[in-house]
């Protein structure tokens, strides 16, 4: 588990440009998660100076980036709030908002049926692709869904039978509870049948052990796979993986990145203020900065 305080962890410089109204506490709403909170109201330079307190977030580590963004903008027009991060992993980011450890949970996957069950609600604000990457020295270039369900399962074992060179397949995945592998298996259809010679525990960890192994494929958020030195992003069914095409949908493994609440726990004024934020449309800008596409623009 890793936390940090994200006053520090994010450079101001990259969105001191983007001058945003920050978004008030919906005094009118009693539930905290729900899509049709008030995030409309633009929040005045009285609220935010009267604005203090801490906000914990916790759960999914592909959203680091753009919580981190979207944290260190909110902090700096409110002076008076911190806003912590957990980076957990989504399965985590969950319970911890279904037992009240955090303020706001964060998850690169949907909420299941029990965990909705259990007063849970989720709410999207960004779309992320799935990555799929291998090193940067490997010939192979593009694989169909199909095809990558076939190596994830142990089907295909030899990158010739993939259109590679002749050398046994290091298939990497993510730990039980990850986001990024729960929205992998259930778009492959390789749920409980994934054959993984390493199964690690964050998006930085899986494209490293790609970047270092000359057989390796992996899967990771696209918005932290991008631009890395020593892997190549492959295209999907002749598909490039970018903020276009998992905008229109053509990109086909995609997830949501979601923002966990329980519906009959009312936010603090801070908390809610920075989730009537993130779910506006001045947030939008912050969000595509960070690699992914904003659900509300």
């Known amino acids: 588990m890793r936390k940090v305080s994200l006053t520090k962890a994010m450079a101001v410089a990259g969105i001191a440009g983007c001058t945003m109204m920050m978004m008030a506490g919906c005094g009118s709403t009693s539930s905290s998660g729900s899509s049709d909170n008030k995030s409309g109201s633009t929040q005045t330079e009285e609220t935010a100076k009267n604005l203090s307190g801490s906000v914990s977030t916790n ?83 593009d694989l169909s869904v199909d095809k990558i369900a076939d190596i994830y399962t142990g089907k295909i074992k030899n990158w010739k039978d993939a ?41 930085g960890a899986v494209i490293e052990a790609v970047k270092n192994s000359p057989n390796a494929i ?30 229109d949908g053509t990109y086909k493994i995609q997830r949501n990145f979601n923002l966990i609440t329980k519906k009959d726990k009312k936010l603090s004024a801070q908390a809610q203020a920075f989730f009537d934020y993130m779910t506006s449309k001045d947030a939008a800008a912050i969000i595509e900065k960070a690699g992914v596409v904003p659900k509300n623009k």
Request: proline share 1%.
């Open 59 to 141: 759960g999914s580590t592909s959203m680091e980036k753009v919580i981190g963004n979207l944290s260190e903008q909110f902090m700096q027009d409110n002076s008076g709030v911190k806003i912590t991060y957990d980076a957990t992993g989504s399965g985590t980011g969950v319970e911890s908002a279904s037992n009240g450890t955090c303020d706001i949970g964060l998850a690169s996957r949907d909420l299941k049926d029990d965990e909705k069950n259990k007063g849970l609600t989720q709410t999207t604000i960004a779309l992320d692709g799935i990555a799929i990457i291998v090193n940067k020295d490997n010939p192979v270039k």
């Open 163 to 203: 259109g590679g060179k002749d050398a046994e397949i290091s298939a990497i995945g993510r730990e039980a509870g990850s986001g990024t592998r729960d929205g992998f298996e259930t778009i492959t259809d390789t749920k409980d049948k994934c054959v993984l010679s390493q199964e690690l525990t964050s998006t």
């Open 218 to 247: 992996g899967y990771a958020s696209f918005s932290d796979a991008e631009g890395k030195d020593g892997i190549t992003i492959l295209t999907v069914g002749g598909v490039k993986c970018s903020e276009d095409t998992i905008s």
